[in-house]
């Protein structure tokens, strides 16, 4: 039963425009979030993450949106460059087992110059 | 900092073998993370440890699969034996205890073909 759901597997986007990546959670025990990236052939890395008591957390071109009424949170990209593109991966964990991270199985950013 | 080191990169081999990974931490780290990529299910967290001492194992899904942490610059993650479906990437992670939002630091990987 997959906790962090990430549905669309792949998005394209033109460079310059903004990517929207999406993610929805069903455990309501779920109060801290964050989005990692990730290359081929590397391991993933921390982008940005936000806490259940914010809605928007910005860092550059990076603003992560959550909704909890909806269990929906949103990576926004603007504006997306060739670089960005590569594997994201939605997480989320719970207050009291912030270390124990869910994660979604990833969608696939592709941005074409 | 050289970063989450992981050995070796690729393994190959066949079913009913032992397989060990493993996994030097960034120093100075108190956490370690095992995690398994498959297409079908993402990234999986096997099992965690703090200060060396595994805090969770629930994810490790059968008595197969082993991990150890003898000391806090070295860990290894053992299946025996291997079967052709724990072809994945594994993943170790490590992560300082209040580092920023909750952050770990992955290694590059082990990728393992069972034949």
């Known amino acids: 039963d997959q906790q962090v759901k990430q549905n669309s597997p792949s998005l394209s986007v033109q460079e310059g425009r903004i990517s929207i990546l999406n993610c929805d959670y069903t455990?309501?025990?779920?109060?801290?979030f964050l989005w990692y990236k990730k290359y081929p052939a590397e391991g993933p890395t921390f982008l940005i993450s936000i806490s259940s008591i914010k809605d928007k957390n910005e860092d550059g071109r990076f603003t992560v949106f959550l909704n909890k009424s909806a269990k929906h949170l949103s990576l926004h990209i603007v504006p997306s460059q060739p670089g960005d593109s590569a594997v994201y991966f939605c997480a989320a964990s719970a207050s009291g087992g912030y270390q124990k991270v869910t994660f979604g199985i990833g969608t696939k950013l592709q941005v074409i110059p | 900092d050289a970063g989450v080191i992981q050995s070796p990169r690729h393994e190959v081999t066949e079913m009913g073998q032992e397989v060990t990974l493993r996994c030097k931490p960034i120093s100075g780290h108190d956490y370690l993370f095992w995690y398994r990529q498959t297409m079908m299910r993402g990234l999986e967290l096997l099992i965690y440890f703090n200060n060396n001492v595994p805090i969770d194992d629930s994810g490790m899904p059968e008595d197969r699969f082993s991990a150890k942490m003898p000391n806090a610059s070295f860990s290894t993650l053992k299946i025996q034996p291997s079967e052709p479906r724990d072809s994945a990437v594994y993943f170790c992670a490590s992560k300082l205890a209040g580092g920023r939002g909750n952050e770990q630091f992955f290694g590059p990987g082990t990728r393992l073909t069972v034949l």
């Open positions: 455990n309501s025990m779920f109060d801290y």
